[in-house]
């Protein structure tokens, strides 16, 4: 199993910033894909961003250019940075991790809320 621990998020306005944090641990596998989730109030949880070990990246096509996704592989830690966030930006953001071995690990959540 691996275990992801979120931090960060919180409240901000509309056109600020907020930074995500996630840290790996236990059965990490080398090649995996990390990356953050988000789910509103009666919407199905979606895709935000994803990033390789090798540090190639995805974005939806509504965070491209807002957002950015960094790994330090050292600290098994995936970053999402938020700029010029928005009301419907606001979710709650989960971490994701995939590995070749098939296995798909959730963090807890962080509550993202943006005020208008």
């Known amino acids: 199993q691996v275990q992801l621990v979120q931090s960060g998020g919180g409240l901000v306005q509309a056109g600020g910033s907020l930074r995500l944090s996630c840290t790996a641990s236990g059965s990490i596998f080398s090649a995996n894909t990390m990356g953050w989730y988000r789910q509103a109030p009666g919407r199905q949880r979606e895709l935000v961003a994803r990033i390789t070990r090798g540090g190639n990246t995805y974005y939806a096509e509504s965070m491209k250019g807002r957002f950015t996704i960094s790994r330090d592989n050292a600290k098994n830690t995936v970053y999402l940075q938020m700029n010029s966030l928005k009301p419907e930006d606001a979710a709650v953001y989960y971490c994701?991790?995939?590995?070749?071995?098939?296995?798909?690990?959730w963090g807890q959540g962080t509550q993202v809320t943006v005020s208008s």
């Open positions: 994701n991790y995939e590995d070749l071995r098939g296995r798909m690990d």
